[in-house]
């Protein structure tokens, strides 16, 4: 069964398709909190559920002894490409919409923005491909400078010669090759609710990888943004290197240039550069090329 089929048919049981809309109106409920209002039975709740995970159309994180669920709209953006994009564009920017009003409920503690991709590859190469320098320089555009000890330092360095670190950080937790951890801000910037943090959960799925990464504690609207337009940017070119050597052609995160820009002047301490007002834009300071996988 093709990917289309799976999602078509997750989306053909009206109780699927209310837990979705569910997960739209309010992002990151618990099992009870969705059985509450649909008079369903926590079992009945729990099946549902999975055929949705199996589709793609949610994930889940863990907190405590409590799972969240989440929308992921990557499936039904990808169907609306395919079928409805040709015939009927503005369709296309109103699933768009639905996509950030859904990933932009944040709520007391829980995680601002959750991204999931799944790729054909081990999670010891994932975990090497997310701190090795070399292969960060190659698909993020940035090499990755650590030990990754807990509590050690971590840098986000342009690779131009520069020695500039446009994301700088300390190491949370590291498990390797299961679970990274680290706080993710700008140099410098300070947040009276803190630094953001962002999480790196590689989990065996049958015999691919799925990555699971997780920013929390974003500032507002424009980080809110500036992630969502970096991660799946920087995912789209991990996934291509790990699983055919090579980064994609374009990088993807080349029409974010003016996101990226006030990231990087923000982060530049010459006086000619200038300093702007800007968020930790996941992206890359030049073209990356093929490195080794």
Not at 17 to 46: H, K, V
Not at 105 to 125: A, L, N, Q
Request: negative net charge; aromatic residues 6%; proline residues 8%.
């Amino acid at each position: 069964m093709g990917e289309d089929d799976v999602v078509f048919k997750a989306l053909a049981d009206p109780t699927r398709r209310a837990l979705l809309d569910r997960l739209r109106e309010r992002n990151g409920q618990t099992l009870g909190e969705l059985c509450e209002p649909l008079a369903m039975a926590r079992q009945s709740a729990t099946q549902h559920l999975g055929v949705l995970e199996s589709a793609n159309l949610i994930t889940t994180v863990r907190r405590g002894r409590e799972k969240l669920h989440y929308l992921n709209p990557v499936p039904l953006w990808a169907i609306t490409e395919r079928w409805i994009d040709k015939f009927e564009h503005p369709r296309l920017h109103a699933l768009s919409a639905v996509k950030h009003r859904a990933e932009e409920e944040i709520m007391d503690d829980r995680p601002s923005y959750v991204y999931v991709t799944y790729i054909g590859s081990s999670p010891e190469r994932v975990w090497e491909a997310l701190t090795d320098p070399e292969l960060t320089a190659g698909f993020w555009g940035h090499s990755n400078v650590s030990d990754w000890r807990p509590g050690s330092r971590w840098e986000h360095r342009r690779i131009d010669g520069s020695g500039i670190a446009d994301v700088v950080g300390t190491v949370l937790e590291a498990v390797p090759p299961r679970r990274l951890a680290m706080t993710f801000d700008a140099p410098d910037e300070v947040s009276p609710e803190g630094p953001s943090k962002v999480t790196f959960d590689i989990e065996p799925y049958h015999e691919i990888v799925r990555l699971t990464v997780t920013h929390e504690n974003l500032a507002g609207g424009d980080a809110f943004e500036a992630v969502s337009a970096g991660w799946p940017a920087v995912c789209a070119n991990l996934k291509s290197l790990l699983e055919t050597g090579r980064v994609l052609p374009n990088a993807p995160w080349e029409m974010h240039a003016e996101l990226r820009a006030a990231q990087m002047a923000s982060a530049d301490p010459r006086p000619s550069r200038g300093r702007a007002s800007g968020s930790s834009f996941p992206g890359a300071a030049t073209s990356p090329s093929a490195v080794r996988a």
